[in-house]
């Protein structure tokens, strides 16, 4: 079975610091994406990574960056916390082809304080 | 922006009836999926239907697609009061090409089976 880690369960972050989210999936997919889940508003796409280097935005990315060197790793990178990026954030991998299910990290309930 | 929308936003059923959820998107898809996700808890597959498809079971699952209408519907049969959850559908389609694909959630069906 695929397998998406991501790092940390919960964090607790001040505000204005630099924060990093690790995910790591074993499988070699191509196509890994960031999400974060707040009530009422369902499942929204921060970026997204179809390759090794290569990055596009999503629905909401500002005040986020991220980082794919390694294709089976990507950083969701927060540059400067604020307290309305209190949310959890959900890591993603995509099965390769067309007809392709997506399997998702166990999630990380940042807190920025 | 979000490209399935369910309906309802919330649904409430006694135990033993059906639950019947529905979702419409908005562009070309290349396959159609269903979540639940318990109260804080992690996000579950649950069914994938591909964009040839019309319509798939599994176990009390009932999921049907139509491409024309750009909507599709979760039938869950004989509702239990474990079913209590928020499901969501979500779209995957090609972004520009080169191999590069997009999985776009709605907001959620918020389903409570009163025992």
């Known amino acids: 079975d695929v397998k998406v880690t991501q790092s940390s369960r919960y964090l607790v972050k001040r505000t204005g610091e630099k924060v990093f989210l690790e995910c790591v999936q074993d499988?070699?997919?191509?196509?890994m994406f960031w999400y974060r889940q707040d009530p009422g508003l369902g499942l929204r796409l921060i970026y997204f990574?179809?390759?090794?280097?290569?990055?596009e935005k999503g629905d909401i990315p500002e005040g986020y960056s991220v980082s794919r060197e390694k294709k089976e790793r990507f950083s969701l990178i927060l540059e400067s916390a604020s307290t309305n990026q209190t949310s959890m954030y959900l890591c993603?991998?995509?099965?390769?082809?067309?007809?392709?299910?997506?399997?998702f990290g166990s999630g990380t309930r940042l807190t920025v304080v | 922006s979000q490209q399935g929308e369910e309906d309802p936003q919330a649904l409430s059923i006694q135990e033993g009836e059906n639950a019947t959820m529905n979702c419409s998107y908005k562009?070309?898809?290349?396959?159609l999926q269903w979540y639940r996700q318990n109260s804080g808890r992690g996000l579950v597959h649950l069914i994938l239907?591909?964009?040839?498809?019309r319509e798939k079971h599994s176990g009390k699952l009932r999921v049907t697609l139509d491409t024309s209408k750009k909507s599709s519907s979760l039938l869950i049969t004989a509702s239990r009061a474990a079913d209590t959850a928020s499901y969501f559908c979500?779209?995957?389609?090609?972004?520009?090409?080169?191999?590069?694909?997009?999985?776009?959630f709605g907001k959620g069906t918020k389903l409570s089976v009163i025992p």
């Open positions: 562009t070309s898809i290349n396959n």
């Open positions: 239907i591909r964009s040839n498809e």
């Open positions: 993603a991998s995509r099965h390769t082809g067309t007809s392709g299910g997506y399997t």
């Open positions: 499988m070699d997919h191509e196509n």
């Open positions: 990574s179809y390759d090794v280097k290569m990055k």
């Open positions: 979500a779209t995957d389609a090609s972004y520009s090409g080169a191999g590069s694909y997009q999985l776009t």
